[in-house]
């Protein structure tokens, strides 16, 4: 039972990093009907500029109040995060929105390349650890046999950081003039023009806020494991965007419900079956939902208009 215990506390946690990541993929494919393949690596340049940003705080500036500089790495993460994604939108996506569909797909992957590597040239191929932070824990309960059943303070940061912003990104698409400009270009890009909407902005701004969404889960990511490397791009992305159609894409609880179900069955998979096979595992779930349900958990079956 305590086993059980730690590894859903462990699975909510690493579950909640997907999701972060999966809302930035369900927005993107929403609005444009295009998968952001460059999204896992945005979150991997993320993870980075957390990084240095952090060493820069404590080691030359000599913050010493952890929760401070993590709080100003996170600010510094999603600004300079969300122009990469506005800069990526403009130079690589845009000029082809109006191209035939696998035109977008390719420059994506373009995209995706030229970032991992131009992170293992500056960064170099090495892992790159962070100094020891958040490592207070705790202790739930003992069992019989002197296991302990431990939350960290970490991962209530990552628990609550998820929720909220879940909640901020729900309230922003369905009550604010954005989210109904967005929910405008997802059902037709071209009456939402001739209604006076800025397509273009619109577009635009999904993608940063994608971006920002990505920066916080690369900060939470840093936090939890400690380390980062320029190849961290490609699981975690993949994972995610498995996560989102799992949950149903397009819909934002649906992708973070998708993050939780994959970091569920990886954890659990990894302590009681042979870790080797975690994410076989996670894309058989995947598979079997989406024979019954090919809409995913949450999502809308896509109407044909006649």
């Not at 122009?83 to 845009?94: D, F, P, Q, T």
């Not at 159609?245 to 998979?269: R, Y």
Request: net charge neutral.
């Amino acid at each position: 039972m305590e086993v059980f215990a730690q590894q859903l506390i462990n699975g909510l946690t690493l579950g909640s990093i997907y999701g972060l990541i999966a809302i930035g993929y369900t927005m993107v494919f929403g609005i444009i009907g295009m998968i952001n393949f460059a999204h896992g690596d945005v979150f991997m340049l993320s993870a980075f500029i957390a990084l240095i940003t952090f060493l820069i705080l404590t080691t030359w500036l000599g913050i010493s109040s952890i929760a401070l500089a993590l709080l100003i790495v996170l600010v510094v993460a999603m600004v300079l995060t969300a122009l990469w994604g506005w800069s990526i939108e403009r130079i690589a996506y845009r000029p082809l929105r109006g191209s035939f569909r696998l035109a977008p797909l390719i420059s994506a992957i373009g995209v995706s390349i030229f970032l991992s590597n131009f992170v293992q040239v500056v960064q170099g191929a090495r892992n790159k650890p962070t100094p020891p932070m958040m490592r207070e824990v705790i202790v739930l309960w003992t069992g019989e046999n002197g296991y302990a059943v431990a939350l960290s303070y970490r991962q209530i940061v990552i628990m609550a950081v998820t929720a909220v912003l879940l909640a901020g990104f729900w309230y922003l698409v369905q009550r604010t003039p954005l989210g109904r400009a967005q929910r405008a270009c997802e059902q037709d890009r071209k009456m939402a023009a001739l209604l006076g909407i800025d397509v273009d902005r619109t577009i635009s701004l999904t993608f940063v806020l994608g971006a920002g969404l990505a920066a916080v889960a690369g900060t939470m990511y840093l936090l939890y494991y400690g380390v980062v490397s320029f190849a961290d791009g490609f699981v975690p992305g993949v994972k995610a965007f498995t996560a989102a159609v799992l949950g149903g894409i397009g819909s934002l609880p649906g992708a973070v419900l998708g993050g939780l179900i994959i970091g569920l069955v990886e954890t659990f998979w990894s302590a009681y079956f042979s870790i080797e096979y975690k994410d076989v595992a996670a894309f058989s779930i995947l598979a079997i939902v989406l024979i019954f349900m090919p809409s995913g958990i949450l999502g809308r079956p896509e109407v044909e208009k006649v």
